[in-house]
């Protein structure tokens, strides 16, 4: 019975040893199950950053060169699969010549003798290569020995480098053949760097060092506090461009210069150096003084032109520059032209054609057209010959055009035209009276004085034997004789009546009234109110000439029971005014390709006089012809 206590005893105390192992295995469980846990959020950390990197990464048997892992970006980088990668070897990701070199770099890395392998050329799957930099590490992965590599792509880095090189060597190339002088100073002004051509500028011998010399040194004393300014403001406004300084040379000579200037930075950002642009512009400022004062002279000449001048843009149609001859011309302002075209100058009907002729100008098929109307501003109308010549002006094509004011001219051929049509008219009229002449000669004296010959050579014949029958063919003879002699006064009187070389104007317009009255038609009332006795005959004559055609015309044509011929004198002129009130007439439509009216204008013209006509239809007519009493003698009869 003792002996059972102390067995419970040790029962407990044995399974209270039980339940502490226990309770340890419980507790080395939790831990590991921790542990598990930790390890597994550190794969799936470490998996993300594998699946996430930028560069590839390739897991190599360091004994047998396979791949055992490879990584997305791997995969992207050579266009191969995973399964793909996994399956091949070191030497099939390179190219066959790189092969060697790549297998000695493998062992060395594999030896902890290299850690980067620089500029590796990879092959990718579809045959094409890029360079990458590989940084290795030997590690155990899957309890062998093997080297992890990750694969950075430099194609786009070394692009860049190759790039920077050739730029380089293309800036290199440019400051060298540039024919401006290239220099680099440090902000102070001391010469880092200059071109071969700034030896040139500033007159220095081949061998002379212009490293560490002062930029003030080589501009004239005036401009040196100028250039300290400037190059104090250069580094806050990053850039000067075209500023002109006049340049010392070795010999003391001067040169104009202009430099154009940047400042040179660092990678902080910081300025550190001014690097300028330099050329040499005297021939430059020579040739622009020369085309200066040629401008000068040309603005002399262009603002002196008689010519209008217009330039025109060939795209728009639309002005760009006129002189003052032009805004003369047309009566427009300047500004007002500038903002016109073609269609504001021309009239409306005329604008199309006009089109195609500026057309034809500009493709260089005319250069001239003659006679061509141009609008005023006030809508009158002038001539002018337009030559015109394509140009390059402000930049655009345009087309250069000199307007001469041909109206004067013009004036003068219509004047010279009508001057022939009116000697035509009177050398037709002249014809035709001595037609008349002729007919009246041939017709009447000549019959009537062939008969009265016949009468006396009969008379002759029979006066001795049979001196009745010859007294009686004398009588008939003498008869014809006297109607011949009528006749012939007649013929006369209608040519120039003789009463206008015996008595004057005033008695030869009221002989002429006289006569026609005797003829049937209207009353005919003569007035006459001058101081003249006696006016040039061929003043005479024409307005005898003047009145017959009127009177005439109001005669046979107006169907007017009363005709008014009035003849006056005021102030140096000679008024003849012939009126009816008959039926009237348009004086546009009348006197066509007669001689009638045409015929009393042109006589008056000639004289230095005028015509003027005023008729309705039913309202009568009124021809006023007024003439300067000492008329212009004409060099021809009229």
Known sequence: MAEEPQGQEGLFQEVGKLGRKVGGVESAEVERNRTAEALRRSCEELQAIYDGMVDGLLIADIQ???????????????????????SMSVMELHPSQDVPHVLETFAAQAEGRLHVFEDCPILRKDGSVFQANIATSRITYQGRSCLIG??????????????????????????EACPDAVVMSDLQGHVLFASPQTWKLLGLPDDYDLNGQSVFDYVIEEDRRRLAENMAGLVEAGV??????????RDGTTVSAEASSVVVRDAAGRPKAVMAVIRDITERKRTHEALHQSLEQLQVIYDGMVEGLLITEIATKRFVRVNSSFCRMLGYSKEEL??????????????????QRFQAAAEGRVSINEDRPVLRKDGSIFFADITGRRIIYDGRPCLLALFRDVTDRKQAQEALKRERQTM???LRASDHERQLIAYEIHDGLAQDLAAAVMHLETYEHLKEHHPSGAKATYDAGMQMLRQVHFKARRLISGVRPPILDESGLVAALAHLVHEQRMAEGPTIEFQSDVEFDRLPHVLENSIYRIA?????????????EKVRVALTQECGLVRLEVQDWGVGFDPKHAGGDRFGLEGIRERARLLGGHVAIESRPGEGALVRTVLPVAGPEPTRPL
């Open 64 to 86: 047998t060169k396979r791949f055992l892992r490879a990584n997305p970006a791997m995969q992207c980088l050579t266009g191969y699969s995973q399964e793909e990668l996994l």
């Open 150 to 175: 990750f694969f950075r792509d430099i194609t786009e880095r070394k692009q860049a480098q190759e790039s920077l090189q050739r730029s380089e060597e293309q800036c290199r190339s440019l400051v």
């Open 240 to 249: 000067r461009r075209n500023t002109e300084y006049t340049s010392l040379r």
């Open 338 to 355: 500038l903002n016109a075209s073609i269609k504001d100058i021309h009239p409306p009907e005329e604008v199309p054609n006009d089109l």
């Open 424 to 426: 035509q008219h009177m």
């Open 548 to 560: 017959q055609e009127a009177l005439s015309n109001a005669c046979r044509h107006s169907r007017s």
